[in-house]
């Protein structure tokens, strides 16, 4: 029974990390309809930046979001707007094969650059990991998961308070009235594609807390996007806040059934059967509120 | 769903007389090529007729019938481990192993196509990948069957035409032309006409009395099953597979890239993406060894961004302003 609970604890501390890898995807995708192939790369080019100022310049992973959120949005705001906007009402097969040409570029990029070798963000004074009620709970996950948190309610004010939050919301809903109330939508879209890059790097800067940084993890990281997504329900926060959740309890479950190995069997084979069954996937429901 | 081609006229889609001679003349060509080339173009151009044959395959389903698929690799590794396992172990003659290839990926394609072929857009893309994704997971943990991380050596084969690369030459000619043929006789056929019906809208088309079901299934068991051969052929050719190789994500997304560098739903045009295709990839990995990956993704943004109805639509456009 402790196993259990204790894979019930791992399960929600990952899922706190999957929701913050989610909620860029899930607004790109629901906004500009493009599933963006480049959200795993993006994820791990936050990881690199966090991993190198902590190296090179002393700098906490856990304050890494306040200058990568910028730089990102930057990145994605400009890729948007010279790149994807140009495409961005063609059919999947168009949207989804730019984006991968996009990844294939900046996934060879770092690998060129940061080489494929497992970088480790190691702490000086390690954290400590807090017994409670015979459960081992590790600090830096509670942590990384807290931040994440944090950094989804900002994602949520910035939609619901903002003017831009707002206008987003207004496009995504339905773009002709947007733009007939004078919504420029062309720069909601660059925006949008800059606010989900800039939190996918940022969810990168807390994975590099717990996680080992490597290129290749990037395909990982958007499949988990992918059955996030599907498993609550495309186009709302708190769809992607449970299907982090559920997907980390899953993923962990999964693990202690059926061992480690087939932790990415077990994601893709439930984003299949959640596909089949239910499309909307479990609460889906239209539009960000 | 919009389409990518430009809105259709069905004369399009049959190959004049004219460019069907043309073609012939090219294959006949290409029949008689091993005589004079040495074995680095004869390598090159098992690889052009392989990556026809991906690229045309993948224009049932992707091109003729408007579903973006992304899961060529699933059923390119199950053919190539299909022919493996039963080569290796010596219970089919070599021969045989793209026939069982083939077979085998046509009945998994049904299986898989049942369901997810009730997908659309975005879900169908998405799951055409996660069908690559699994598969491969299960190469790589069923190591009683597939030897695991470990690969499969194959046996090498007693050639069945002059040298060992002439053999895979001619198998892979074999295959191209088997593929190219099934394409002309689809894109001239009824089940043509009812798979761009269902193209350009699937509700209208199941109204006029389009089996669209039945009709996008086999759509999509073509497009595995070439692949399948194509991979049981591939896994003799290079002797050694593993699941990482099999079910390379690149191969899923090379097809579309080179059936749009032609011209999606066209019958000659992933043919033609191919062959500009293969070009592009060996400049780029003679020069680029480290930065390879890069600059295939740059040739597919150069494409998407600049050539999205494909090269053969250039020629087309330029012959509409001379005439």
């Known amino acids: 029974m402790t196993l259990f609970f204790q894979n019930l604890v791992n399960g929600v501390l990952l899922g706190g990390l999957y929701v913050c890898i989610a909620i860029g995807f899930s607004l790109i995708w629901g906004v500009l309809n493009i599933i963006n192939l480049l959200h795993g790369s993006i994820i791990v080019l936050g990881s690199y930046i966090a991993f190198y100022a902590f190296t090179y310049f002393g700098i906490s992973p856990f304050l890494a979001p306040l200058f990568v959120i910028p730089i990102m949005f930057g990145l994605g705001y400009v890729l948007q707007l010279g790149v994807l906007n140009r495409v961005v009402d063609q059919p999947v097969l168009i949207t989804m094969t730019l984006t991968f040409g996009l990844d294939l570029i900046l996934n060879n990029a770092m690998l060129y650059a940061f080489t494929a070798d497992y970088r480790r963000i190691v702490f000086s004074t390690p954290f400590e990991n807090i017994e409670f009620l015979g459960l081992i709970i590790p600090m830096d996950r509670v942590l990384a998961m807290g931040l994440a948190l944090l950094l989804t309610l900002i994602f949520y004010l910035l939609l619901r308070m903002s003017r831009t939050g707002r206008a987003i919301v207004a496009v995504r809903n339905d773009r002709d009235a947007a733009v007939l109330m004078g919504v420029n939508v062309k720069n909601i879209y660059a925006v949008t594609f800059g ?90 429901k239209r539009g960000y509120e | 769903m919009s389409s990518v081609t430009p809105p259709l006229r069905i004369s399009s889609h049959v190959p004049s007389r004219r460019a069907l001679a043309v073609f012939g003349i090219l294959a006949i060509i290409v029949l008689l090529l091993p005589v004079v080339l040495d074995n680095y173009y004869l390598r090159l151009m098992t690889t052009v007729m392989m990556y026809c044959v991906l690229a045309w395959s993948w224009n049932f389903i992707g091109g003729f019938v408007g579903y973006p698929s992304f899961g060529i690799a699933a059923f390119f590794g199950l053919g190539a481990y299909a022919g493996a396992i039963l080569l290796s172990s010596k219970i089919i003659p070599f021969w045989l192993s793209p026939v069982v290839g083939a077979t085998v990926c046509f009945v998994a394609a049904v299986v898989v196509g049942l369901p997810i072929l009730r997908l659309r857009g975005h879900y169908f893309a998405v799951a055409s990948f996660g069908i690559a994704e699994v598969f491969r997971e299960i190469a790589m943990s069923w190591t009683d069957l597939t030897g695991g991380g470990m690969g499969i050596n194959l046996p090498p084969q007693k ?67 070439f692949p399948g051969a194509a991979g049981a052929i591939y896994a003799s050719w290079v002797g050694y597979i593993d699941a990482t190789d099999a079910f390379d994500i690149l191969i899923s997304i090379k097809a579309p890239v080179m059936a749009l560098l032609g011209g999606v739903g066209t019958v000659f045009g992933p043919a033609v993406g191919a062959v500009v295709y293969l070009v592009f990839e060996e400049l780029v990995t003679r020069n680029f060894l480290k930065f390879h990956a890069g600059m295939l993704g740059i040739i597919v943004v150069v494409i998407i961004l600049f050539l999205p109805t494909g090269v ?12």
């Open chain 2, 312 to 323: 053969l639509s250039l020629v087309r456009q330029r012959k509409e302003k001379m005439s």
């Open chain 1, 195 to 284: 606010i989900g890059s800039a939190f996918a790097a940022a969810a990168g800067c807390l994975l590099a807390i717990v996680f080992p940084i490597s290129p290749a993890a990037s395909i990982i990281y958007v499949g988990k996007a992918f059955v996030i997504c599907v498993l609550g329900g495309l186009g709302s926060i708190g769809g992607a806040m449970i299907g982090g959740l559920a997907l980390g309890v899953i993923e962990s479950m999964g693990v202690m059934v059926a061992g480690p190995e087939h932790s990415v069997l077990i994601a893709f084979l439930l984003l299949l059967l959640i596909l089949v069954v239910k499309p909307t996937g479990l609460v889906g």
């Open chain 2, 159 to 225: 050639p069945l035409f002059g040298t060992d690369a002439m053999t895979f030459y001619y198998m892979m000619f074999i295959l191209a032309g088997v593929t190219f043929l099934t394409t002309l006789m689809v894109a001239r056929s009824r089940l043509g006409v009812a798979f761009r019906c269902i193209r350009q809208n699937e509700a209208a088309a199941n109204m006029i009395g389009v089996d669209a079901t039945r009709s996008k299934i086999i759509a999509f068991a073509f497009a595995s099953a």
